[in-house]
Structure formats: structure tokens, C-alpha cells
């Protein structure tokens, strides 16, 4: 007792204040104390087993394959819609288109002793 106005008087004992065995506290709401009472178990929420390595790959592999077979079908598409560029003479297949038609003569050689 700090405070002297606290203090009780001179001769009588400290007041103690004990709880009503009738009345609930916040002990007997949290652990229950009749071992009599059947209280069933909390159910306990188990989490679904994971999904099998294999069955992981198996996905993986089926969505790399139809994003493979779009990409093919989308290039397809593109060739199909874009009109061929024309080809450059240098382009055609044989000998013939790739020589030169320009004629070229060529140089004479000068001697002076004639």
C-alpha cells in the first residue's frame, strides 16, 4: 500500500475480494473442468494429398504441345495472307539468269615495235 489514504484503519485486516464459486470467470470458460461431459474432439481439417509429379509433367508437357501446334497454325496463317515477294534475277534458279547481258570488250594490249 503506497498511498496512505488506501490504508485501512488501524486494526481491521486488509480487504480481500474472492470470487463466487457460482459465478464463471475466465478460467472456467476456457479450460473446462467437468471430466464427466463427453465434448467431441475439434475436427481436425486435413489438406488434399498433392497432385502426383507425374500428373504435373503430364500437364506441362499437353499445354507446351497446343501452345507448339497454335504457333505453327498462326505462321501458317501469315504465309497464307502475305502475297509472295517477286524474285531479284539473282534469285532465279539456272546459270543463264545469273550472267551479266551487258557486253564488256575487253582490253587490247599495244606493242610499240610495230
Not at 20 to 45: F, L, N, Q, S, Y
Not at 57 to 63: E, G, I, N, R, S
Not at 83 to 100: F, I, R
Amino acid at each position: 500500500m503506497v498511498n496512505p489514504a488506501l490504508k485501512s484503519p488501524e486494526g481491521q485486516p486488509p480487504r480481500v475480494v474472492v470470487p463466487e464459486p457460482t459465478e464463471r470467470g475466465a478460467e472456467a470458460a476456457t479450460a473446462p473442468k467437468d471430466w464427466t461431459i463427453h465434448r467431441p474432439e475439434p475436427e481436425k481439417v486435413e489438406d488434399p494429398p498433392p497432385k502426383p509429379i507425374s500428373q504435373v509433367l503430364l500437364d506441362h508437357l499437353k499445354t507446351m504441345w497446343t501452345a507448339s501446334a497454335s504457333a505453327i497454325q498462326i505462321e501458317q496463317v501469315k504465309i497464307q495472307l502475305t502475297p509472295p515477294q517477286p524474285l531479284t534475277p539473282a534469285e532465279v534458279p539456272g546459270q543463264l539468269a545469273k550472267e551479266v547481258l551487258v557486253y564488256t570488250p575487253s582490253k587490247i594490249k599495244k606493242t610499240e615495235n610495230i
